[in-house]
């Protein structure tokens, strides 16, 4: 693919197999406790590759 | 769905259900935006206008690019649909279970800042200090609740924790006195003013809570403008050099220097520059939690202004990481390859089912932004939870279920916000806070600016 770069990045719907193990962060408490996004939150399951 | 964006010289498509990330050309840019919902001829006659006078665009090569996306299409990575609607059912029905807490230890202050959303300390309330024994108890309560979680939060809070120290102190080793045998891990952090760290707090602070959440608003004038003392003095010059100290020896553990901005400096990427350049490496910047009629609440008029300081913040973290001079803005950290799974993206906050805030007294309430609001007071850490109806109005609440959430090519990477903000918008936690939203997609978009930049 000449004009299409495709960063990795985790296949969300392959995470309905693998995830929901509920071990990561559950609110914003810890970090900037006023709103809580996930995108910045690292998996607890999936090593770093 | 699929969000189409440009950053400077970048073009960015965001395949919204499969997460996937692609940056492309000028030429599939424009092609894939419109691959939807115009007809294949008519994007091939369009293309041709705009592009025809340059080497690498013809019919040919158009007909690639149609190829490149239709592969893509079949591996799920473009045009993915959405797949994950009964997930968003099921998880609202999921029995919670406890993970976190938020111990109030102590409900009073060494600061007076007049914008804090705990008024001081107290919550409105009563100012007070938990003792150990209440402390004890509610982490009792969190293990005896915690069903399968391993990983357990406990994080200081006030007012300010440290003017209940020693009860911190105590409680942390309580906590460990007990947590391998229960089978868990607890993981403790402390957010604090500043004023009162000292050797004892640095070393103890560093040996063993997880993260720590110091609060500096930026530059002098501004930090001054709000964090100042019980007789109005500023906090800069007592606080820096005690924050400095603590970030020096805390090696490769976690912080963050966390400001809050306000109507008043709506400059605030100064602010995030001027902590970068104090030293600090890990900085959290906040819009201020304000009712609209205060005079530090954000304005429409500052949107805009906001917006483009993101931007202008990205291209300063670009600039500075290929400098080696590079520091972290926590909503510009992205994990793209081992970041959360769709249940998490789908659920977000756990306030109120997995996540409590707890009183000095031992009262339990959603989360520390709810903290002293009667009507959200859930019940308490010796009878458990009361108001049952509450906790499963917190659990029905995602980004499936918030009807401004559907269209929002942001909802995997936000989960639907939070809950607080959008009571204080709209006076309930299932609606969205929109002021809060735009920021946020900007944000994102700029995070993966970013992020795409330091991979080039
Ligand atoms: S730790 Fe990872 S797999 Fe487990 S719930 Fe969180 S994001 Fe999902
Ligand atoms: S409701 Fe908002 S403030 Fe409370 S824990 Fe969730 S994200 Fe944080």
Redesign the pocket.
């Known amino acids: 693919m000449t004009r299409i770069v495709t960063v990795n990045t985790r296949d969300l719907s392959k995470s309905v197999k693998e995830g929901g193990c509920g071990e990561c962060q559950t ?3 810890s970090a900037c ?4 996004g996930v995108a910045n939150q690292a998996c607890e399951k999936v090593e770093k590759k | 769905m699929i969000h189409c964006f440009k950053f400077d010289d970048k073009n960015i498509v965001l395949d919204v259900y499969s997460g996937s990330i692609h940056m492309v050309d000028d030429v599939a840019f424009d092609i894939i935006s419109m691959y939807e919902d115009t007809p294949r001829d008519e994007i091939k006659t369009l293309i041709l206008e705009k592009y025809g006078d340059r080497d690498d665009v013809n019919e040919d090569e158009i007909e690639e690019c149609f190829g490149d996306i239709e592969e893509l299409k079949e591996q799920g990575k473009l045009f993915a649909p959405d797949k994950y609607e009964k997930i968003a059912i099921d998880l609202t029905k999921k029995n919670y279970t406890l993970k976190a807490l938020c111990l109030h230890v102590a409900h009073t202050c060494n600061l007076n800042c007049s914008y804090c959303f705990a008024a001081q300390g107290n919550f409105h309330g009563e100012r007070g200090l938990m003792s150990f024994e209440t402390g004890k108890r509610a982490i009792d309560f969190l293990i005896e609740n915690s069903g399968y979680h391993k990983n357990l939060d406990i994080d200081f809070f006030g007012g300010e924790p440290l003017m209940n120290w020693e009860v911190v102190k105590q409680l942390v080793k309580y906590g460990r006195s007990i947590e391998k045998e229960a089978g868990k891990n607890i993981r403790f952090t402390l957010t604090t003013n500043g004023i009162g760290i000292t050797d004892d707090v640095i070393d103890f602070c560093n040996e063993e809570m997880h993260n720590v959440v110091l609060s500096l608003d930026g530059r002098k004038e501004t930090n001054d403008r709000f964090r100042v003392d019980l007789k109005g003095n500023g906090s800069y010059d007592t606080i820096v050099p005690k924050f400095q100290k603590f970030v020096s020896r805390r090696g490769n553990k976690s912080y963050y220097m966390r400001g809050t901005f306000t109507h008043f400096n709506t400059d605030f990427v100064e602010d995030i520059l001027h902590m970068a350049d104090l030293g600090f490496k890990e900085l959290s910047m906040e819009p201020v939690v304000a009712s609209p009629d205060s005079p530090s609440a954000l304005t429409q008029e500052d949107l805009p202004v906001i917006l483009a300081g993101y931007e202008r913040l990205a291209r300063e973290m670009m600039k500075r990481n290929k400098e080696g001079n590079g520091f972290t803005f926590y909503h510009y950290m992205l994990d793209l390859d081992c970041g959360p799974c769709i249940y998490k993206r789908i659920s977000g ?1 756990g ?1 109120g089912t997995e ?1 409590l805030a707890v009183t000095p007294w031992g009262d339990l309430y ?5 903290v002293g609001d009667d009507k959200f007071k859930m019940g308490n850490i010796y009878d458990g939870i009361k108001n049952t109806d509450l906790r499963n109005e917190f659990a029905q609440v995602n980004c499936y279920s918030r009807e401004g959430c559907k269209e929002c090519w942001a909802k995997l990477f936000c989960s639907g916000g ?4 959008s009571y204080h918008a709209q006076g309930s936690i299932s609606g969205i806070y929109e002021y809060g939203c735009e920021l946020f997609r900007r944000r994102i978009e700029c995070a993966l600016a970013v992020k795409l930049d330091n991979l080039e």
């Open positions: 609110s914003c408490q406790k006023t709103s809580c | 906050c306030a996540y959603p989360c520390h932004q709810f939070c809950a607080a903000n």
